[in-house]
C-alpha cells in the first residue's frame, strides 16, 4: 500500500512568531502513530527556523522551489544544495503559480526536477490544467505534456524517487474543488502514464491531489484509490484544518472501499 502524503505549501505566508505557533500547535496534534509522511514548505527564508522547530518530530520541511542551476551568479536564487543543507527533504517544482507568474516552462521545470533528484531530495512536481484547458477538455492533454517534459530529461524511472500533485489550476485557492471522481480519472491517467513505461514505478508513485482541500472534503478525495494524499495551500496555515487533512490521510484505509 502506498503511504499517503500530505503537504503544506504555505505559500508567502508567515512571520516567525506565527510559524512557531503553528508549528508547536502541529507538532502536538499530528499523532506519531500516523502513517502518513508530513510536510510543511514555509517561504525560504523560514526554512532554517522550521527544521529546528521540527528536529526529531515526524514532519519534515520542504521548499517551494529552487533554482534549476547549481550555483553562481544567480541573484536572488536558491539552490539544491542550500535547501539540503538546511534540512530540507522535499521540494515542490512547477506550481502553477510559478509557470503563470515566474513563466517557467516545462523544459525549466523538468530541469528543477533533475536538480532536486541529483541532490538525493524528493521532488513534488505539480501539473494541472487551467480553467479555459478545463472547459476545453483538455486536461489530460495539458498534464501528459508537462509530465512528458520531466520523462523526456529524467526518464520514467526518476518517479521511484518523486511525488506528483496534480493541482487543477481552477481549484487553487477558489473554493471549487475538484469533485473526488474528477480527481481520480487525472489521477489514474497520470499513473497509467507512468505505468506505459514501469508498472511496477506507477504503482508506487505517490499523486497528490491540490485545489481547495480543506478539512472537510480530504476524506471523501483521499477514499479515491489514485489519490495519495493532498498538497494543502490556504488550509495548511491552520492547526486545525491541516490536523483533519492529516487524519484523513491517515484513516483512509479503514473508509476505503
Ligand atoms: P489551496 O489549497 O489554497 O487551493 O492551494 C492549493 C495549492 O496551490 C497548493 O500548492
Redesign the pocket.
Known amino acids: 500500500m502506498r503511504r499517503p502524503v500530505v503537504?503544506?505549501?504555505w505559500?508567502m505566508h508567515g512571520s516567525r512568531s506565527a510559524n512557531q505557533a503553528l508549528l508547536t500547535e502541529l507538532e502536538r496534534r499530528v499523532m506519531p502513530e500516523w502513517p502518513v509522511d508530513i510536510v510543511v514548505?514555509p517561504p525560504y527564508v523560514y526554512l532554517a527556523d522550521a527544521v529546528r522547530t521540527l528536529e526529531g518530530g515526524q514532519i519534515q520541511v520542504g521548499a517551494?522551489d529552487v533554482c534549476a542551476e547549481a550555483g553562481g551568479a544567480f541573484t536572488g536564487q536558491v539552490s539544491v544544495a542550500m535547501l539540503k543543507d538546511v534540512g530540507c527533504r522535499y521540494v515542490?517544482v512547477g506550481?502553477?503559480?510559478r509557470r503563470r507568474l515566474n513563466h517557467e516552462d516545462d523544459a525549466l521545470v523538468a530541469r528543477k526536477f533533475t536538480a532536486v533528484l541529483q541532490a538525493g531530495l524528493t521532488p513534488v512536481l505539480?501539473v494541472g490544467e487551467t480553467l479555459e484547458e478545463h472547459e476545453g477538455h483538455r486536461a489530460e492533454a495539458v498534464v501528459s505534456r508537462q509530465l512528458d517534459a520531466v520523462i523526456a530529461m529524467n526518464g520514467a524511472a526518476s518517479f521511484a524517487h518523486a511525488i506528483i500533485?496534480y493541482?487543477p489550476v481552477w481549484?487553487?485557492?477558489?473554493?471549487r474543488?475538484a469533485t473526488p471522481q474528477q480527481a481520480q480519472g487525472v489521477h489514474a491517467y497520470l499513473r497509467g502514464r507512468i505505468a506505459q513505461q514501469d508498472a511496477k514505478i506507477a504503482g508506487q508513485l505517490r499523486i497528490l491531489y491540490?485545489?481547495?482541500?480543506?478539512g472537510g472534503n480530504a476524506a471523501e478525495l483521499f477514499r479515491m484509490p489514485d489519490v495519495d494524499g493532498?498538497?494543502?495551500?490556504?488550509?495548511?496555515l491552520s492547526a486545525d484544518e491541516f490536523q483533519q487533512i492529516c487524519a484523513a490521510a491517515a484513516l483512509r484505509d479503514a473508509v476505503r472501499h
Do not use: P
Not at 481549484?171 to 473554493?175: F, K, L
Not at 493532498?230 to 495548511?236: D, I, K
Open positions: 503537504a503544506g505549501n505559500k514548505c517551494q515542490i506550481h502553477s503559480e505539480c500533485a493541482e481549484a487553487i485557492g477558489t473554493g474543488t491540490g485545489g481547495s482541500v480543506k493532498g498538497l494543502v495551500g490556504g488550509a495548511s
